[in-house]
Nanobody, 122 residues
Framework: QVQLVESGGGLVQAGGSLRLSCAASGRTDSSYAMGWFRQAPGKEREFVATISLSGGRIYYADSVKGRFTISRDNVKNTVYLQMNSLKPRDTAVYYC???????????????WGQGTQVTVSS
């Protein structure tokens, strides 16, 4: 079992930045890809970014390319999502997830955090 806890969400004005963190505990000796997803009110959960165990493979949703950066620190068992140039449409609950494959599909992730709210005001 892996437990994931997100932090770093909050309220920010459009154009601002936030950095989300996701700390993993439990069976972190296993190799997991880590992903970020988000869900806005009334919408389905959508892929944001994912990073392989080594960090050698990274994928982003088109909507966040060039603005968001995913990274990980395997010593600290933490994955980050640096979000710059935030827009109101980025408002959502952001979830981190751990899985065996570096995939954009949420079905590929076995473990999920509880989510952290990001609100971008115009």
């Amino acid at each position: 079992q892996v437990q994931l806890v997100e932090s770093g969400g909050g309220l920010v004005q459009a154009g601002g930045s936030l950095r989300l963190s996701c700390a993993a505990s439990g069976r972190t000796d296993s190799s997991y890809a880590m992903g970020w997803f988000r869900q806005a009110p009334g919408k389905e959960r959508e892929f944001v970014a994912t990073i392989s165990l080594s960090g050698g493979r990274i994928y982003y949703a088109d909507s966040v390319k060039g603005r968001f950066t995913i990274s990980r620190d395997n010593v600290k068992n933490t994955v980050y999502l640096q979000m710059n140039s935030l827009k109101p449409r980025d408002t959502a609950v952001y979830y981190c997830a751990a899985g065996r494959a570096t995939t954009t599909n949420s079905l590929g992730y076995n473990y999920w955090g509880q989510g952290t709210q990001v609100t971008v005001s115009s």
